[in-house]
């Protein structure tokens, strides 16, 4: 488990100050996958410095599994960043080394014995479905082979995190798709605590457990996957499930309203329910339904002609479970 507690880190540029991180808090409970998603400027590299000790956080404090690291002496840095498995965007591995060497590397730093890293090595191989290419170079790997090089390594020293920074970004949706399964497939097994930093919002919905929103530094908002989604006016809400297309511009006088639900209501006949009950004529705009952190939500835009009374056509949905949002009069 990984606790992160009013994380703050102001540069100096000059006479200006940047403040990086403004007072960033999380937790994320053993075997769970949380995503951090932010726009460019967000705060997330510098998060990422913050979290393997290349950068000393301004104030606020960074635990794994009860141990500080923030605050740790230069001595003690090398045994508390193995707390940590890095997995880069490029895997940024050593061209001159074999797959098993880049992956012997961070245990030969350490000082392991030669007979056990030899072990380990071919355990992480198995582990990642690499052990054909244990004696291959990178430049006879393919982009997502080499990313499984990157995780093999980064779990070398039996991280209690695995730390993700945009670890598909460079890759095809397909080999995107099967290393996100390999990162699952790790949590699974090793039951390790896994950080997915990325701007890709079909990461956090094929991978994560739950997610926050990072913006100028804060977290704005944050959440299990299938709480954030129901919050019809939440940002990552929008981004997670998006209605397609543009507005209508030529709709006849009415109002337009966005309807979102989950779980068994997403089966039920909302519409027509609608439609039935106020006796009234209910066009959908646009809609999506998708599966969203283990249920099943459902994102429509309906539009109801002059005369219909809103507020009661509000709350028998309300009353129904389902959130509403009135678009416009
Ligand atoms: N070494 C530094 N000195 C001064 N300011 C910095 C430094 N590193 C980052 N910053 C500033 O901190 C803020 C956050 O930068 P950061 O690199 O963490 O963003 P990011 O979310 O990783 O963006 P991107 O998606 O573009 O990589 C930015 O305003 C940036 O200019
Ligand atoms: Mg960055």
Do not use: W
């Given at each position: 488990?990984?606790?992160?507690?009013?994380?703050?880190?102001?540069?100096r540029?000059?006479?200006?100050?940047?403040?990086?991180?403004?007072?960033?808090?999380?937790?994320?409970?053993?075997?769970?996958?949380?995503?951090?998603?932010?726009?460019?400027?967000?705060?997330?590299?510098?998060?990422?410095?913050?979290?393997?000790?290349?950068?000393?956080?301004?104030?606020?404090?960074?635990?794994?599994?009860?141990?500080?690291?923030?605050?740790?002496s230069?001595?003690?840095?090398?045994?508390?960043?193995?707390?940590?498995?890095?997995?880069?965007?490029?895997?940024?591995?050593?061209?001159?080394?074999?797959?098993?060497?880049?992956?012997?590397?961070?245990?030969?730093?350490?000082?392991?014995?030669?007979?056990?890293?030899?072990?380990?090595?071919?355990?992480?191989?198995?582990?990642?479905?690499?052990?054909?290419?244990?004696?291959?170079?990178?430049?006879?790997l393919?982009?997502?082979?080499?990313?499984?090089?990157?995780?093999a390594?980064?779990?070398?020293?039996d991280?209690?995190?695995?730390?993700?920074?945009?670890?598909?970004?460079?890759?095809?949706?397909?080999?995107?798709?099967?290393?996100?399964?390999?990162?699952?497939?790790?949590?699974?097994?090793?039951?390790?605590?896994?950080?997915?930093?990325?701007?890709?919002?079909?990461?956090?919905?094929?991978?994560?457990?739950?997610?926050?929103l990072?913006?100028?530094?804060?977290?704005?908002?944050?959440?299990?996957?299938?709480?954030?989604?129901?919050?019809?006016?939440?940002?990552?809400?929008?981004a997670?499930?998006?209605?397609?297309?543009?507005?209508?511009?030529?709709?006849?006088?009415?109002?337009?309203?966005?309807?979102?639900?989950?779980?068994?209501?997403?089966?039920?006949p909302?519409?027509?329910?609608?439609?039935?009950?106020?006796?009234?004529?209910?066009?959908?705009?646009?809609?999506?339904?998708?599966?969203?952190?283990?249920a099943?939500?459902?994102?429509?835009?309906?539009?109801?002609?002059?005369?219909?009374?809103?507020?009661?056509?509000?709350?028998?949905?309300?009353?129904?479970?389902i959130?509403?949002?009135?678009?416009?009069?």
């Amino acid at each position: 488990m990984i606790t992160i507690t009013d994380l703050r880190k102001v540069y100096r540029q000059g006479s200006r100050e940047v403040v990086a991180l403004d007072g960033v808090s999380l937790s994320v409970a053993k075997g769970h996958i949380h995503g951090i998603i932010g726009h460019s400027g967000a705060g997330k590299s510098t998060l990422v410095r913050c979290l393997t000790l290349l950068d000393r956080p301004t104030s606020g404090s960074v635990s794994v599994d009860g141990r500080e690291l923030a605050g740790v002496s230069d001595r003690e840095l090398l045994s508390a960043r193995r707390k940590i498995g890095m997995v880069f965007q490029h895997a940024n591995l050593f061209d001159s080394r074999t797959t098993a060497e880049n992956v012997a590397y961070p245990l030969e730093l350490l000082g392991t014995k030669r007979s056990k890293i030899k072990d380990k090595v071919s355990n992480l191989l198995d582990l990642v479905g690499l052990t054909q290419f244990a004696n291959a170079y990178p430049s006879q790997l393919s982009g997502g082979q080499k990313q499984r090089v990157g995780i093999a390594r980064a779990l070398a020293t039996d991280p209690d995190v695995l730390l993700c920074d945009e670890p598909t970004s460079a890759l095809d949706p397909k080999t995107t798709d099967e290393i996100l399964e390999l990162i699952k497939d790790v949590r699974d097994r090793l039951e390790i605590t896994v950080l997915i930093i990325t701007h890709e919002m079909g990461v956090v919905k094929k991978a994560c457990n739950s997610v926050s929103l990072l913006e100028a530094g804060k977290i704005v908002e944050h959440g299990p996957i299938s709480e954030v989604v129901a919050d019809i006016d939440g940002r990552l809400s929008h981004a997670l499930l998006p209605l397609p297309g543009e507005m209508p511009q030529d709709l006849p006088p009415g109002t337009i309203m966005d309807l979102l639900y989950s779980g068994a209501d997403a089966v039920h006949p909302v519409i027509s329910t609608l439609a039935r009950q106020f006796d009234i004529d209910v066009n959908v705009l646009a809609g999506s339904v998708e599966d969203l952190g283990g249920a099943q939500f459902a994102h429509l835009r309906i539009h109801l002609p002059v005369g219909v009374d809103i507020d009661a056509v509000t709350a028998h949905l309300t009353a129904s479970g389902i959130a509403v949002s009135v678009k416009e009069a």
